[in-house]
C-alpha cells in the first residue's frame, strides 16, 4: 500500500530564517506530487505540482520555492521566511494515470513563523 | 475566475441528516471530489462525482448537477465524530483540483 510521509510536524521559524519541508511518497512510482498551504479556516492553495523529476510547476509567484530530486520526493524551501508563510503545508500524490487522480495527503506541517 | 461556494459553518443535531452544498464555476470540469478534514489533520477522500446523479456510499451520499455547477453532500444518521470541516473541490480542464474554502459541520449531542 502506498503511503505518504512529511516532517517536521510543526515547526516555529522567525522572520527571515530559511525552511526546509520534505514529502517522501512510497509504494508508488511516478507519482504527481503537490504542495498546498491552508491558512487558517481557509481552503487550500496549490503552491507547487509536478509530474517528474526536475518538473516544478509554480501556481502562486512568493518566496517559496520546490524541488523534486527524486521519483518520490519533494522538497518545499525558502530563503527567507515572512509572517504571512505561516500556515499548514500539506503534501499530496497522485497516481500519474489513476481513474479520475484522486490526491492522498500526508499529515501536514503546522509552520508559524514569528 | 474559478470560484468554488459552500456555506461557512452548519450545526446539526446527532442522529439527523444534514446537506451541504457546493456551488462551482470553472474553467472545464473533470470531475468534482469532496475531502472531509478534521481540525489540524489532513484532508481525506470521501467522495467523486463526474456524471449527474448520486453516489451513495454508506452513510454519506453525493450529488452532481453539471448543468447547475452544483454538488451537495449528504450526511445521514450523524455521529458526534462527523464534527468536521468538508471541502469540496473540482478538477478544472488542465486535471488540476480547485478547492472551496471548507464547510465546518458541528454537531450538536
Known amino acids: 500500500s502506498q503511503t505518504i510521509h512529511q516532517w517536521p510536524a510543526t515547526l516555529v521559524q522567525p522572520v527571515g530564517s530559511p525552511l526546509s519541508l520534505e514529502c517522501t511518497v512510497e509504494g508508488t512510482s511516478n507519482p504527481n506530487l503537490y504542495w498546498y498551504r491552508q491558512a487558517a479556516g481557509r481552503g487550500l492553495q496549490l503552491l507547487f505540482y509536478s509530474v517528474g523529476i526536475g518538473q516544478i510547476s509554480s501556481e502562486v509567484p512568493q518566496n517559496l520555492s520546490a524541488s523534486r530530486p527524486q521519483d518520490r520526493q519533494f522538497i518545499l524551501s525558502s530563503k527567507k521566511l515572512l509572517l504571512s508563510d505561516s500556515g499548514f503545508y500539506l503534501c499530496a500524490w497522485s497516481p500519474l494515470a489513476g481513474d479520475y487522480n484522486e490526491q492522498f495527503f500526508g499529515p501536514g506541517t503546522r509552520l508559524t513563523v514569528l | 475566475g474559478q470560484n468554488i461556494d459552500q456555506p461557512t459553518e452548519m450545526t446539526a443535531t446527532e442522529g439527523a441528516i444534514v446537506q451541504i452544498n457546493c456551488t462551482y464555476q470553472?474553467?472545464?470540469?473533470?470531475?468534482l471530489f469532496w475531502y472531509q478534514q478534521h481540525a489540524g489533520e489532513a484532508p481525506t477522500f470521501l467522495s467523486y462525482n463526474v456524471l449527474d446523479g448520486l453516489e451513495e456510499k454508506g452513510r454519506f451520499s453525493s450529488f452532481l448537477s453539471r448543468s447547475k455547477g452544483y454538488s451537495y453532500l449528504l450526511l445521514k444518521e450523524l455521529q458526534m465524530k462527523d464534527s468536521a470541516s468538508y471541502l469540496c473541490a473540482v478538477m478544472d480542464s488542465n486535471y488540476q483540483l480547485i478547492w472551496g474554502a471548507g464547510t465546518k459541520l458541528i454537531i450538536k449531542p
Open positions: 470553472t474553467s472545464g470540469f473533470n470531475g
